[in-house]
T-cell receptor
Framework: DQQVKQNSPSLSVQEGRISILNCDYT??????FLWYKKYPAEGPTFLIS?????DKNEDGRFTVFLNKSAKHLSLHIVPSQPGDSAVYFC????????????FGKGTRLHILP | EPEVTQTPSHQVTQMGQEVILRCVPI?????FYWYRQILGQKVEFLVS????????KSEIFDDQFSVERPDGSNFTLKIRSTKLEDSAMYFC????????????FGEGSRLTVL
């Protein structure tokens, strides 16, 4: 049962352009969403999060958008930089109820020179 | 910057052997987790631990798995009798009480079962 879906296994974007990573979820109880970034041979690192009471959260080059009616969120990176090449995991949780975070399968982002 | 540390970084074991993976969470964190990632697949939740007991576990976390916080600093995952399909990268994570959902992960322990 895939509650968090990242349908694009990989994405290539030119350096300096916008990277858009998409994520869909099926569990309407999810109320907190996160993006993690993972380099090879390292653990995932937290990037940005958004509560379900918001539809946008911005932190520097990273913006997460949440569309609750569509059960969809996206991560925008602009401008994309070479160091952004990594696997990005979308994750979701039900705050104060389930003590776990459910991850998607990840999208590998390649930033092209 | 405080970090979650895991040992060993890589362990190779024979099928049927017991394995213990060790983690030192960030010192003031209260919630502890194990996740795993089979090569090329998603990061899967195994178990969460709070107040010296398991708070949640997944279907993967069967009787062959156990967790322990033996001394207030270490958090261990034991696999009693390893199977080939247990080969994966195992990630320990921890979080503070007040920070919603923001898990801090260790670098992982790669387990190879032969």
């Amino acid at each position: 049962d895939q509650q968090v879906k990242q349908n694009s296994p990989s994405l290539s974007v030119q350096e300096g352009r916008i990277s858009i990573l998409n994520c869909d979820y099926t569990n309407s109880m999810f109320d907190y969403f996160l993006w993690y970034k993972k380099y090879p041979a390292e653990g995932p690192t937290f990037l940005i999060s958004i509560s379900s009471i918001k539809d946008k959260n911005e932190d520097g080059r990273f913006t997460v958008f949440l569309n609750k009616s569509a059960k969809h969120l996206s991560l925008h990176i602009v401008p994309s930089q070479p160091g952004d090449s990594a696997v990005y995991f979308c994750a979701a949780s039900v705050v104060n109820r389930d003590d776990k975070i459910i991850f998607g399968k990840g999208t590998r982002l390649h930033i092209l020179p | 910057e405080p970090e979650v540390t895991q040992t060993p970084s890589h362990q190779v074991t024979q099928m049927g052997q017991e394995v213990i993976l060790r983690c030192v969470p960030i010192s003031n964190h209260l919630y502890f987790y194990w996740y795993r990632q089979i090569l090329g697949q998603k990061v899967e939740f195994l178990v969460s631990f709070y107040n010296n007991e398991i708070s949640e576990k997944s279907e993967i976390f069967d009787d062959q798995f156990s967790v322990e916080r033996p001394d207030g600093s270490n958090f261990t995952l034991k696999i009693r009798s390893t199977k080939l399909e247990d080969s994966a990268m195992y990630f320990c994570a921890s979080r503070d009480r007040g920070i919603t959902g923001e898990l801090f992960f260790g670098e992982g322990s790669r387990l190879t079962v032969l």
